[in-house]
């Protein structure tokens, strides 16, 4: 893979990577207390408990894409970025422009969702 279409993936990485930080830290920051004296009844403790449970699995969602985004960068760095885990390939630029911090090639990944939509 060319130096620029690898600078070019590191950006968009990094630029993931800083968007996720900065939603988890407004979480922190914003999100994270739930004050009943701010909430006139029961329906709203209700609702605002709810939204607050669906931001934090969101957040941990976001926390495993993390990790993908982490482990992608890290392949960039060891030389090893656009090759698929599971046969050796090289995985298309086509692929990787739509998810750049994927591990595996198209092929790959269909037989994966396959065996777990049978097995699932």
Known sequence: MKKAELKKFKLSLEEKRMAIIKNAEQT???????????????????????????????????????????????????????????????????????RPETTLCIRCKEDQERVEKDFG
């Open 28 to 98: 922190l920051d914003q999100e994270m207390t739930l004050d009943s004296n701010d909430l006139p009844d029961e329906m709203d403790l209700a609702s605002s408990e709810y939204l607050q449970s669906f931001t934090f699995r969101l957040r941990g969602r976001e926390k495993t894409f993390l990790s993908k985004i982490d482990k992608a960068l890290a392949k960039i760095e060891d030389g090893s970025f656009g090759v698929c885990e599971n046969c050796g390939e090289e995985i298309s630029a086509k692929r990787l422009e739509a």
